[in-house]
């Protein structure tokens, strides 16, 4: 069975604060996709990243970088600096079963 | 490029009644994705289309629920007859080829209040 764990259920944190936002999965597939999306107030989800299993590599795009660790099955998220547009519902998926997280509602407070 | 188009945004109906979602994917995806968000929940997949054919209906209450794809564009998801439980945010999603690594675009859902 394919699951996914954002134990944070709420964060908040003052703009400008660093915060890192948890996922841990669980699969018995050996080639699998994991994915952020981020879903503001308007409840549209946006695509953040992907990263696939084979490629542990650490990503780093603007304030956002991504934390890749198959040893403990977690695809963490850092958002640097955060600003009060950050400010939403965070998801990690794992694909190919199309399983999301609960969520982490991350709310930056000017 | 035109994102995904969901009607109608929002639906107030009583238990007992039928009520359907309208989704239009993305020019060119060939696979469009229904998703149930239950308040303060991650979204939940209830099917799946390849083209016009289902690829993964294994959560979707097939007593009361039914989707159809017909001319594999646009899709229309019904709820007949429609429970408390089932008040959520459904939302449409698309992507190029329903592969794994395909990326899923999603629409700004349909949020149902089942009275």
């Known amino acids: 069975a394919q699951k996914v764990t954002q134990a944070q259920t709420e964060i908040s944190v003052v703009e400008k604060e660093d915060v890192t936002l948890d996922c841990v999965y669980e699969?018995?597939?050996?080639?699998?996709?994991l994915f952020w999306y981020k879903q503001p107030p308007s409840g549209e989800l946006v695509f953040l990243i992907r990263?696939?299993?084979?490629?542990?590599q650490n990503e780093i795009s603007g304030r956002y970088s991504w934390n890749f660790q198959k040893s403990t099955s977690s695809f963490n998220f850092t958002i640097t600096a955060s600003q009060v547009v950050d400010s939403a519902v965070y998801f990690c998926?794992?694909?190919?079963?199309?399983?999301f997280g609960k969520g982490t509602r991350l709310s930056v407070i000017a | 490029e035109a994102g995904v188009a969901q009607s109608p945004r929002y639906k107030i109906i009583e238990k007992r009644q039928s009520v359907a979602f309208w989704c239009n994917p993305i020019?060119?995806?060939?696979?469009l994705y229904w998703y149930q968000q239950i308040l303060g929940q991650g979204p939940k997949l209830l099917i799946q289309?390849?083209?016009?054919?289902?690829?993964?209906d294994s959560q979707l209450p097939k007593d009361r629920f039914s989707a159809e794809r017909l001319k594999g564009v646009d899709s229309t998801l019904k709820i007949q007859p429609a429970k408390l439980e089932d008040s959520a945010v459904y939302l449409c999603?698309?992507?190029?080829?329903?592969?794994?690594?395909?990326?899923?675009?999603f629409g700004p859902g349909t949020r149902l209040t089942v009275l």
């Open positions: 699969t018995r597939d050996t080639t699998y996709y």
């Open positions: 998926a794992l694909s190919p079963r199309k399983v």
């Open positions: 020019s060119g995806h060939a696979t």
């Open positions: 990263r696939n299993s084979f490629d542990e």
């Open positions: 289309f390849q083209n016009n054919g289902v690829v993964d």
């Open positions: 999603a698309s992507s190029v080829n329903g592969r794994s690594r395909d990326t899923q675009y």
